[in-house]
């Protein structure tokens, strides 16, 4: 069985490279590395090296096994294109998600400049979905670079939210993920910021999929926005999907 996921807009995880470094002021409270941390002290065998970039080879035919399709979160514990996770072994997890081609695989990145240049080498078939998180305004130029790459499905993780985000430039994207901070010292996030992300994806007709509020007291706060939830997914055709 695929590591079923508490996050809402997946079902699973699938993490063969592990461990990261802060990039932008949205690593501040990495709920990752806290975890990753707590995982070393419990000694789980994959976090030896607590948050160090550590890739894992034995992992990478966990999906292969799955036979139920499942939409699968990659690399929920790093990130796939840090610079030490080396081109070649990027190019093994894009082998097995074109092989095991019954899942849907979502991949999250914040360094889009090693995306732009390793994405004309891999191989993007119609399972895979490629986002970017954008946090602030300071990060806007990762959605540039998204556009670039040939994933068929474009995404956005507005997540943790820091700031208002008027100018969103939502050409070729195919969905939008808003979400504030949860968890120690958790940053607030503004109802207005998540009510004008939200408009600016209907009137581009992008899907939007809100997360939730966060903060220290995260299912207090729970996730409805004005009422409702916003669940949204994108628009991908049940055949792309082999069962």
């Given at each position: 069985m695929a590591s079923r996921s508490l996050i809402?807009?997946?079902?699973?995880?699938?993490?063969?490279?592990?461990?990261?470094t802060k990039i932008s002021v949205g690593c501040k409270n990495?709920?990752?590395?806290?975890m990753a941390l707590r995982l070393k002290a419990m000694g789980q065998r994959n976090y030896v090296n607590g948050f160090r970039v550590t890739t894992h080879e034995d992992s990478l035919?966990?999906?292969?096994?799955?036979?139920?399709?499942?939409?699968?979160?990659?690399?929920?514990?790093?990130?796939?294109?840090?610079?030490?996770?080396?081109a070649p072994f990027i190019q093994k997890v894009f082998s097995v998600m074109n092989r095991a081609a019954w899942h849907r695989y979502q991949i999250l990145t914040k360094r889009s400049g090693r995306l732009t240049q390793?994405?004309?080498?891999?191989d993007w078939a119609e399972n895979i979905w490629m986002g970017v998180t954008v946090e602030s305004a300071e990060n806007l130029y990762r959605i540039a670079d998204l556009r670039r790459t040939k994933a068929k499905?474009?995404?956005?993780?507005?997540?943790?939210?820091?700031?208002?985000?008027?100018d969103l430039d939502l050409r070729g994207i195919d969905w939008v993920i808003v979400g504030g901070e949860s968890g120690?010292?958790?940053?607030?996030?503004?109802?207005e910021w998540v009510i004008e992300i939200r408009n600016q994806c209907l009137k581009s007709n992008v899907p939007f999929f809100f997360k939730q509020w966060g903060g220290t007291r995260k299912k207090k706060a729970g996730r409805?926005?004005?009422g409702r939830y916003w669940d949204e997914m994108p628009r991908v055709p049940e055949n792309n999907i082999q069962s």
């Open positions: 809402e807009w997946t079902e699973a995880t699938w993490n063969p490279v592990t461990g990261c990495c709920y990752a590395e806290r035919d966990l999906p292969l096994r799955w036979k139920s399709s499942q939409v699968v979160f990659v690399n929920s514990m790093g990130d796939l294109f840090h610079q030490n996770v080396s390793l994405a004309p080498e891999l499905i474009k995404f956005l993780s507005l997540e943790p939210l820091l700031g208002p985000l008027p120690p010292g958790a940053r607030p996030i503004q109802k409805m926005l004005e």
